[in-house]
């Protein structure tokens, strides 16, 4: 009989920019649940990738002198780097810009479309978000504002695109979501999903003029249009498995799309409605997670507080950082995550509770001996319940019961004092409870359960679990998780800086962390005595400061939110003892302190409320 198939998918990450862990989070979930699968004997396929054309990869490629490809290249890089680096089990990694993989599929998808009369053209006169890169709904728009970019004003744009007919396949999608033939996953999103539609779905723009999207896939046929975001992108599902030939249906339709909240609607929407048209069968579920704050604020730029899990890793071993990631964030909500949490979970959890155990009673195991007998304590390991758990997606649950189980076992080894008593068949209960254990963490931390099944000689294999453990040569295990110091000096430093950093605004953390206190930073007041713009940078100024007894040239973010009249004169609170930077071929020499409001839609200078000479000191 031939293998169940298990088809997975994460979202494709824009490649602009390294990845941040509210990716890392996506990724391992769908990695935990790819290796379950596997772990049951299904034939999985974990599709994983970049999504690389768009407006502002060719922007920000001009920025730095690279071509567009050059730009993707190195930041699609990262994202492998990722998948390395965490341990990810994906067996295909599919980009957008690859002409062999990805390109055929798409146009022959588009083909399709068209030839169902499923595209038109149309002039169309919409609110453009370089930001989001895609054309936002009047009734979306917040004051006129995105709300995803409150601080880009959305351009009005005029053109002839192509438009996808999403409306006639609206009904349809409404209907076999509510029936769950398109499960969305945790329900309350299909509620959110459901309501946010109840007047239907709209078409929707496919293309674009290639004026303003020079880096893409040319629309078949038509030499002046590039194709848009949906069209290219969602097709990654099928493309990365072979589609347009006939082997993608070895594993499509997909098991499971995982998603981030603010991507749902495009795979529960635009997605199936492209699928129907072209007579595909759809995708079987959607689960979706939400968003990471890290300590308990939202990740931003200007907060420098955006973890990089790629330089994390630098620190921390993979599993310590998958295990946090699945332990304490619920699914499909918001959670946060913070290095103080990983290090306490690493050494209470991994090291104490796991780590001991295994250590513990393969040195009892090499010292007395196993004697093999019935198995009674393995019965606390409440088997069936964690594999329902994790198969509806609630690891950080799955996760609570499995530890319940390691506490047991370390509770056996102190109640019968086994230390002393070296009782043999105690010891063979524990380390066939242990075999249990890593066959049911393999998941999630594999790489810790992999070495522990060569500790104790089994195969890490769903049937293993009923199986007796075979009793062969154990020796004490390698310590499995160091306990990880707290570095207390770090972590005032940063304490102190978010404090600090909250009053002063543009100065980012990690720029005042290397002075660490106030009585370090000198802050002078000066004057805004020239403003010139940077060639090729949207949001710098070059601005020349005078503070006193000296000029200052400091390049500064602030052309969105003030003109150049309205900056030229003003004063300001120059950060002026601030190693020197180049930004753009020129050297910037301090930073300016603004007020700036959550959203970061607004920035606002500090100055003092009256006259006082330039130079003067800030304490
Ligand atoms: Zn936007």
């Given at each position: 009989?031939?293998?169940?198939?298990?088809?997975?998918?994460?979202?494709?990450?824009?490649?602009?920019?390294?990845?941040?862990?509210?990716?890392?989070?996506?990724?391992?979930?769908?990695?935990?649940?790819?290796?379950?699968?596997?772990?049951?004997?299904?034939?999985?396929?974990?599709?994983?990738?970049?999504?690389?054309?768009?407006?502002?990869?060719?922007?920000?490629?001009?920025?730095?002198?690279?071509?567009?490809?050059?730009?993707?290249?190195?930041?699609?890089?990262?994202?492998?780097?990722?998948?390395?680096?965490?341990?990810?089990?994906?067996?295909?990694?599919?980009?957008?810009?690859?002409?062999?993989?990805?390109?055929?599929?798409?146009?022959?998808?588009?083909?399709?479309?068209?030839?169902?009369?499923?595209?038109?053209?149309?002039?169309?006169?919409?609110?453009?978000?370089?930001?989001?890169?895609?054309?936002?709904?009047?009734?979306?728009?917040?004051?006129?504002?995105?709300?995803?970019?409150?601080?880009?004003?959305?351009?009005?744009?005029?053109?002839?695109?192509?438009?996808?007919?999403?409306?006639?396949?609206?009904?349809?999608?409404?209907?076999?979501?509510?029936?769950?033939?398109?499960?969305?996953?945790?329900?309350?999103?299909?509620?959110?999903?459901?309501?946010?539609?109840?007047?239907?779905?709209?078409?929707?723009?496919?293309?674009?003029?290639?004026?303003?999207?020079?880096?893409?896939?040319?629309?078949?046929?038509?030499?002046?249009?590039?194709?848009?975001?949906?069209?290219?992108?969602?097709?990654?599902?099928?493309?990365?498995?072979?589609?347009?030939?006939?082997?993608?249906?070895?594993?499509?339709?997909?098991?499971?799309?995982?998603?981030?909240?603010?991507?749902?609607?495009?795979?529960?929407?635009?997605?199936?409605?492209?699928?129907?048209?072209?007579?595909?069968?759809?995708?079987?579920?959607?689960?979706?997670?939400?968003?990471?704050?890290?300590?308990?604020?939202?990740?931003?730029?200007?907060?420098?507080?955006?973890?990089?899990?790629?330089?994390?890793?630098?620190?921390?071993?993979?599993?310590?950082?998958?295990?946090?990631?699945?332990?304490?964030?619920?699914?499909?909500?918001?959670?946060?995550?913070?290095?103080?949490?990983?290090?306490?979970?690493?050494?209470?959890?991994?090291?104490?509770?796991l780590g001991n155990l295994v250590s513990r009673v393969s040195a009892l195991a090499e010292k007395y001996g196993l004697v093999k007998t019935e198995n009674k304590l393995v019965?606390?390991?409440?088997?069936?319940?964690?594999?329902?758990?994790?198969?509806?997606?609630?690891?950080?649950?799955?996760?609570?019961?499995?530890?319940?189980?390691v506490?047991?076992c370390n509770?056996y080894v102190q109640e019968n004092e086994l230390w002393k008593s070296g009782d043999k068949k105690k010891l063979y209960e524990l380390a066939d409870s242990i075999k249990a254990l890593a066959i049911?963490?393999?998941?999630?931390?594999?790489?810790?359960c992999?070495k522990i099944s060569k500790v104790f000689n089994f195969?890490?294999?769903?049937?293993e679990?009923?199986?007796p453990l075979k009793i062969g040569k154990i020796r004490k295990a390698e310590i499995l998780?160091?306990?990880?110091?707290?570095?207390?000096?770090?972590?005032?430093?940063?304490?102190?800086?978010?404090?600090?950093?909250?009053?002063?605004?543009?100065?980012?953390?990690?720029?005042?962390?290397?002075?660490?206190?106030?009585?370090?930073?000198?802050?002078?007041?000066?004057?805004?005595?020239?403003?010139?713009?940077?060639?090729?940078?949207?949001?710098?100024?070059?601005?020349?400061?005078?503070?006193?007894?000296?000029?200052?040239?400091?390049?500064?973010?602030?052309?969105?939110?003030?003109?150049?009249?309205?900056?030229?004169?003003?004063?300001?609170?120059?950060?002026?003892?601030?190693?020197?930077?180049?930004?753009?071929?020129?050297?910037?020499?301090?930073?300016?302190?603004?007020?700036?409001?959550?959203?970061?839609?607004?920035?606002?200078?500090?100055?003092?409320?009256?006259?006082?000479?330039?130079?003067?000191?800030?304490?």
């Amino acid at each position: 009989m031939k293998n169940k198939k298990f088809y997975i998918t994460t979202t494709i990450p824009y490649a602009n920019a390294p990845p941040h862990i509210g990716f890392a989070l996506e990724i391992v979930q769908a990695d935990v649940l790819a290796r379950w699968h596997s772990l049951l004997g299904e034939d999985v396929f974990f599709l994983t990738g970049t999504d690389e054309h768009g407006v502002k990869n060719y922007k920000m490629a001009k920025e730095v002198g690279l071509t567009p490809q050059q730009f993707v290249d190195k930041n699609s890089d990262y994202f492998r780097e990722l998948t390395k680096v965490l341990n990810i089990s994906n067996n295909y990694f599919i980009r957008t810009t690859d002409k062999k993989a990805h390109w055929p599929g798409v146009i022959n998808l588009w083909k399709i479309l068209a030839k169902k009369r499923d595209i038109y053209k149309k002039k169309y006169k919409g609110n453009y978000c370089y930001g989001c890169e895609r054309f936002v709904i009047e009734k979306d728009l917040i004051d006129g504002k995105c709300p995803n970019h409150p601080n880009l004003t959305p351009e009005l744009i005029e053109e002839e695109n192509y438009f996808f007919k999403l409306s006639k396949y609206s009904d349809k999608i409404i209907n076999l979501i509510k029936k769950d033939k398109l499960k969305i996953t945790p329900e309350k999103w299909k509620n959110d999903f459901l309501s946010l539609i109840k007047d239907g779905l709209t078409d929707v723009s496919f293309s674009r003029d290639k004026k303003h999207l020079p880096w893409g896939i040319p629309v078949p046929g038509d030499e002046n249009q590039v194709l848009y975001v949906w069209p290219d992108a969602l097709t990654n599902y099928i493309t990365g498995i072979g589609y347009p030939d006939k082997k993608y249906k070895k594993y499509w339709p997909a098991d499971v799309h995982v998603v981030g909240k603010d991507m749902l609607r495009f795979h529960t929407g635009i997605w199936p409605g492209m699928l129907l048209s072209a007579g595909i069968k759809l995708p079987k579920e959607v689960i979706v997670h939400g968003f990471l704050t890290v300590n308990g604020q939202k990740m931003s730029k200007s907060l420098g507080n955006v973890v990089n899990p790629i330089e994390l890793r630098k620190k921390y071993d993979a599993d310590s950082i998958r295990y946090i990631l699945m332990r304490t964030i619920p699914f499909g909500d918001d959670g946060d995550f913070s290095e103080k949490a990983l290090v306490e979970r690493n050494n209470s959890e991994l090291a104490d509770k796991l780590g001991n155990l295994v250590s513990r009673v393969s040195a009892l195991a090499e010292k007395y001996g196993l004697v093999k007998t019935e198995n009674k304590l393995v019965k606390k390991l409440k088997v069936k319940e964690i594999s329902s758990l994790i198969e509806n997606y609630e690891l950080d649950k799955a996760l609570n019961l499995i530890f319940e189980f390691v506490d047991s076992c370390n509770l056996y080894v102190q109640e019968n004092e086994l230390w002393k008593s070296g009782d043999k068949k105690k010891l063979y209960e524990l380390a066939d409870s242990i075999k249990a254990l890593a066959i049911l963490l393999w998941a999630f931390i594999p790489e810790t359960c992999e070495k522990i099944s060569k500790v104790f000689n089994f195969k890490i294999d769903f049937k293993e679990l009923k199986k007796p453990l075979k009793i062969g040569k154990i020796r004490k295990a390698e310590i499995l998780f160091r306990k990880i110091e707290v570095d207390e000096k770090q972590e005032e430093k940063v304490n102190k800086a978010e404090k600090i950093e909250k009053i002063e605004g543009i100065a980012t953390m990690s720029e005042i962390v290397q002075y660490g206190d106030w009585e370090k930073l000198d802050l002078r007041v000066g004057k805004i005595i020239k403003v010139e713009d940077i060639e090729n940078a949207d949001k710098l100024y070059k601005l020349t400061i005078d503070i006193g007894k000296e000029k200052r040239v400091v390049c500064a973010g602030l052309k969105k939110f003030y003109s150049k009249d309205e900056l030229k004169n003003k004063k300001c609170i120059l950060f002026v003892n601030l190693a020197s930077r180049m930004m753009r071929g020129i050297e910037s020499r301090g930073m300016i302190l603004a007020a700036v409001n959550e959203d970061e839609s607004k920035v606002r200078l500090i100055q003092p409320d009256s006259e006082i000479e330039l130079g003067a000191r800030v304490r």
